[in-house]
């Protein structure tokens, strides 16, 4: 069993920056595709960010792609999400998730572990 445990979560200003990390426990990660989704109030939960086990290969939703950076550290059993050029539409409960098929996939089925997630708020 994997847990997962965001932070790094927080009110920012537009244009500004956050980094987000998410911590597993219980088994290393090292051999997971991890990815970040996200869930805004009244709306489907979204794919944002996805990388391999190795951390070669990195995928991003076209609304973030640019202005975001998935990376991994797989010493420290942890990813990180780093968040520039900030919008408000960015606002919602950023989530990590843990694939150990390693599919690198968009689709939330194919993620079995989930972290609670942390709330990220832009200002305008």
């Known amino acids: 069993q994997v847990q997962l445990v965001e932070s790094g979560g927080g009110l920012v200003q537009a244009g500004g920056s956050l980094r987000l990390s998410c911590a597993a426990s219980g088994r290393t990660i090292s051999s997971y595709a991890m990815g970040w989704f996200r869930q805004a109030p009244g709306k489907e939960r979204e794919f944002v960010a996805a990388i391999s086990w190795t951390g070669l290969i990195t995928y991003y939703a076209d609304s973030v792609k640019g202005r975001f950076t998935i990376s991994r550290d797989n010493a420290k059993n942890t990813v990180y999400l780093q968040m520039n050029s900030l919008k408000p539409e960015d606002t919602a409960v950023y989530c990590c998730?843990?694939?150990?098929?390693?599919?690198?996939?968009?689709?939330?089925?194919?993620?079995?572990?989930w972290g609670q997630g942390t709330q990220v708020t832009v200002s305008s």
């Open positions: 998730a843990a694939d150990p098929k390693s599919s690198l996939g968009v689709a939330t089925m194919l993620y079995d572990y």
